[in-house]
């Protein structure tokens, strides 16, 4: 019934940015909270940044001042724009509401 489908990710250099954009149906996204995971082999999930209903946002260290979530209640959408990208931001990165998962996508960055 819910799906949460997340795209945008893809092979960039250092320094670069990307787009992730999560869609989801089956729910109407305006009163949740909306996260935003990323995962790497070998770690464990991290939270990257999270936007609140009444748009109130909270990021990462690792990524605070690079990221900026955002949400459309109308598209039913929830984005994260990912600018300086570092090989280290190289992950899966999921989007989640109210405990459903999307499959994530894959953002690769090089050096």
């Known amino acids: 019934q819910v799906q949460i489908v997340e795209s945008g990710g893809g092979l960039v250099q250092s320094g670069g940015s990307l787009t992730l954009s999560c869609k989801a149906s089956g729910i109407i996204i305006s009163g949740y909270t909306a996260y935003w995971y990323r995962r790497a082999p070998g770690n464990q999930r991290e939270l990257v940044a999270f936007?609140?209903?009444?748009?109130?946002?909270t990021y990462a260290d690792s990524v605070k001042g690079r990221f900026i979530i955002s949400r459309n209640n109308i598209q039913n959408t929830v984005s994260l724009q990912m600018n300086l990208l570092k090989p280290e931001d190289t992950a899966i990165y999921y989007c989640?509401?109210?405990?459903?998962w999307g499959q994530g996508t894959q953002v690769t960055v090089s050096a």
């Open positions: 936007i609140t209903g009444s748009y109130g946002t």
């Open positions: 989640a509401i109210d405990d459903n």
